[in-house]
């Protein structure tokens, strides 16, 4: 079984569109992220949840939405899809907010045309 | 932001050779972390080291942390073709519940 999948695994779609991606994991864990890597293969987190709740946020535009329907999914929502979305979006787990060990997703490579 | 560096940015190396790979933050840490990416596939967590440790040892790992100087060395020996990957230090920020992210040291073993 994989620990943390997401879909679909690559995602190619025209400016202004809108999209969604989807996490779950089984691992029981209580933390969530949704990170950005772009190009040049920096790694960015763009939010955490802990159970549900959403505990970081960090500078991106507000049409990329997370929505945690329950502690073991988090999906990301974008609206509006522009050039620059472009990037291999990872979701990833964590046992707690204590920064243990993080088990990440295969990746979702979005292309914006 | 980018708060830890990998040093080299890339390295090639031929099998059965040993590879160190460096890297440096700028804050006080509580631990750093270091993660092997494979081409088009997700991270996979190798090692932590908290700041009270200064080596830990995982199989052919060997990770060591220079807090004073604000470093860690990734030390992989008798490297194998199944290496090649990419490899990233992460340290967190602290209260912050994050972890930062270098920009990777991209490792090659020649067979």
């Known amino acids: 079984d994989t620990a943390v999948s997401q879909t679909p695994k690559y995602l190619v779609t025209q400016m202004g569109n809108d999209k969604s991606i989807k996490c779950e994991q089984n691992?029981?864990?209580?933390?969530m992220y949704w990170y950005k890597q772009d190009s040049k293969k920096f790694l960015k987190i763009m939010f955490s949840?802990?159970?549900?709740?959403?505990?970081i946020n960090e500078t991106v535009p507000n049409r990329f939405s997370p929505k945690s329907p329950d502690k073991a999914h988090l999906n990301l929502h974008i609206n509006s899809l522009e050039l620059g979305d472009s990037a291999v979006y990872f979701c990833?787990?964590?046992?707690?907010?204590?920064?243990?060990?993080?088990?990440f997703g295969q990746g979702t490579r979005l292309t914006v045309v | 932001s980018q708060q830890g560096e990998e040093d080299p940015q890339a390295l090639s190396i031929q099998e059965g050779e040993n590879a160190t790979m460096n890297c440096s933050y700028k804050?006080?840490?509580?631990?750093l972390q270091w993660y092997r990416q494979n081409s088009g596939r997700g991270l996979v967590h190798l090692i932590l080291?908290?700041?009270n440790e200064r080596e830990k040892h995982s199989g052919r790992l060997r990770v060591t942390l220079d807090t004073s100087k604000k470093s860690s060395s990734l030390l992989i020996t008798a490297s194998r073709a199944a290496d090649t990957a990419s490899y990233f230090c992460?340290?967190?920020?602290?209260?912050?519940?994050?972890?930062?992210w270098g920009a990777g040291t991209k490792l090659i073993i020649k067979p």
């Open positions: 691992l029981g864990h209580d933390t």
């Open positions: 949840y802990n159970n549900k709740e959403l505990i």
């Open positions: 080291i908290r700041s």
């Open positions: 804050t006080s840490i509580n631990n």
């Open positions: 992460a340290t967190d920020a602290g209260s912050n519940y994050q972890l930062i």
């Open positions: 990833a787990s964590s046992q707690d907010r204590g920064l243990t060990e993080a088990f």
